[in-house]
């Protein structure tokens, strides 16, 4: 998730290439609305984005909504999260390029995994 769609887009295809089925959205209200994916699934978020506490929102109800999936934020201020970094949540330094991301999906994922969301 993210507001700027050519980073979404961007993101999307490198991840299609990849063989990492995905989906996308710019909005809080659109993440708050995703039904995750059967299996495990990663969650891509770029949190600066938004409004810090729709996003420590977001980030407890994907815990209850989705418990299988793996949330990697990518973000400029990368200590404000390592508190909550873990098993289910990767943190990474922003500008973090495609290569990266996949890295870290693909290290949290099994390879049953149906893909990850933007």
């Known amino acids: 998730m993210s507001r700027n769609v ?10 299609t290439g990849a063989g990492i089925e995905t989906a996308g959205g710019d909005s809080m209200e659109a993440l708050a609305k995703h039904k995750p ?3 495990r699934t990663g969650l891509v978020l770029f949190p600066d984005d938004f409004p810090l506490d729709a996003v420590d929102r977001e980030i407890s ?3 209850r909504r989705a418990p299988r999936s ?7 201020t990368p200590k404000r999260f390592a508190d909550r970094a ?6 990474l330094p922003r500008p973090a390029w495609a ?20």
């Open 99 to 118: 290569w990266a991301i996949l890295d870290a999906i693909n290290g949290r994922l099994d390879d049953t995994a149906g893909g990850a969301d933007l």
């Open 61 to 63: 109800a994907i815990d």
């Open 86 to 91: 873990g098993a289910k949540l990767v943190v």
């Open 6 to 15: 050519e980073t979404v887009e961007s993101l999307r295809q490198y991840l």
């Open 37 to 39: 994916r059967r299996g």
């Open 70 to 76: 793996t949330v990697v934020l990518v973000t400029s």
